[in-house]
């Protein structure tokens, strides 16, 4: 809990971010086939959506809703990756990111297999294929944009960690919110895409130890709290090996 380390208290937090997000998606899920609790308004929602995205809003929408697009995501991440090397010189900027975007795309991708659900029965005013729940645009939106907000924020005050958090989380739901306006997800489809794109942001960043960004370090840090021995490099060979 000493958040002076680089496996405290930020990581204790996404550990728990991870338990929360799994329970959520569980608990979503059985809103949907009980038809209870956020699933009572996925209809609703879509078809509001369905009447009320027109013309200047509708360009809008648009707009956002490509912030969470395969080819949006790519370009943030190039951008972003090529920026923090020259900024913090280090090979795991670019594996972190990969790590992120892959685990939330396998992840998304066999949970909509699994579950197989169809997409809202309204006037879709973007072209949207496969199954619906989760919502791929929402999830990789969360896991992207946060894990560019903890690349951005190191070694930065805490006010401008803050803000890009709050902008990361900000993008999220404007690109979730989008995609139930143009009725391509169902209102239950973008909160399980947002739980899965922030777990998949929280495993890797366990994975590779929060802002320091050293893969396994949380591993190593955990060995030496429990036997202090294992952490020091074992003494040089002298004499004879016979």
């Given at each position: 809990?000493?958040?002076?380390?680089?496996?405290?208290?930020?990581?204790?937090?996404?550990?728990?971010?991870?338990?929360?997000?799994?329970?959520?998606?569980?608990?979503?899920?059985?809103?949907?086939?009980?038809?209870?609790?956020?699933?009572?308004?996925?209809?609703?929602?879509?078809?509001?959506?369905?009447?009320?995205?027109?013309?200047?809003?509708?360009?809008?929408?648009?707009?956002?809703?490509?912030?969470?697009?395969?080819?949006?995501?790519?370009?943030?991440?190039?951008?972003?990756?090529?920026?923090?090397?020259?900024?913090?010189?280090?090979?795991?900027?670019?594996?972190?990111?990969?790590?992120?975007?892959?685990?939330?795309?396998?992840?998304?991708?066999?949970?909509?297999?699994?579950?197989?659900?169809?997409?809202?029965?309204?006037?879709?005013?973007?072209?949207?294929?496969?199954?619906?729940?989760?919502?791929?645009?929402?999830?990789?939106?969360?896991?992207?944009?946060?894990?560019?907000?903890?690349?951005?924020?190191?070694?930065?005050?805490r006010t401008t960690r803050t803000l890009l958090?709050?902008?990361?989380?900000?993008?999220?739901?404007?690109?979730?919110?989008?995609?139930?306006?143009?009725?391509?997800?169902?209102?239950?489809?973008?909160?399980?895409?947002?739980?899965?794109?922030?777990?998949?942001?929280?495993?890797?960043?366990?994975a590779f130890g929060g802002r320091i960004l050293?893969?396994?370090?949380?591993?190593?840090?955990?060995?030496?709290?429990?036997?202090?021995?294992?952490?020091?490099?074992?003494?040089?060979?002298?004499?004879?090996?016979?």
């Open positions: 809990m000493n958040p002076n380390e680089g496996t405290g208290l930020l990581l204790t937090i996404a550990l728990l971010v991870i338990a929360v997000a799994t329970i959520s998606v569980g608990l979503v899920l059985e809103m949907v086939q009980i038809n209870e609790g956020f699933a009572r308004w996925d209809d609703a929602a879509a078809r509001w959506g369905a009447r009320h995205t027109t013309g200047t809003t509708e360009t809008i929408v648009r707009g956002i809703t490509q912030l969470g697009s395969t080819p949006v995501v790519i370009a943030v991440c190039i951008v972003v990756a090529l920026f923090e090397y020259r900024r913090i010189p280090s090979r795991a900027v670019p594996i972190f990111l990969a790590s992120v975007a892959a685990s939330e795309l396998i992840i998304n991708n066999l949970i909509k297999v699994i579950v197989g659900r169809d997409r809202p029965n309204v006037a879709r005013l973007v072209h949207a294929s496969g199954y619906s729940f989760p919502s791929g645009h929402t999830a990789a939106t969360a896991a992207t944009y946060a894990a560019v907000a903890l690349l951005l924020g190191r070694r930065r005050s958090a709050a902008a990361a989380a900000g993008v999220t739901v404007a690109v979730a919110s989008s995609r139930v306006l143009l009725g391509a997800h169902w209102l239950t489809d973008v909160i399980a895409g947002a739980a899965v794109g922030w777990s998949c942001f929280a495993l890797c960043s366990i050293r893969f396994g370090q949380p591993v190593e840090d955990a060995r030496a709290t429990l036997d202090p021995a294992a952490a020091e490099p074992p003494p040089a060979r002298t004499g004879s090996t016979r």
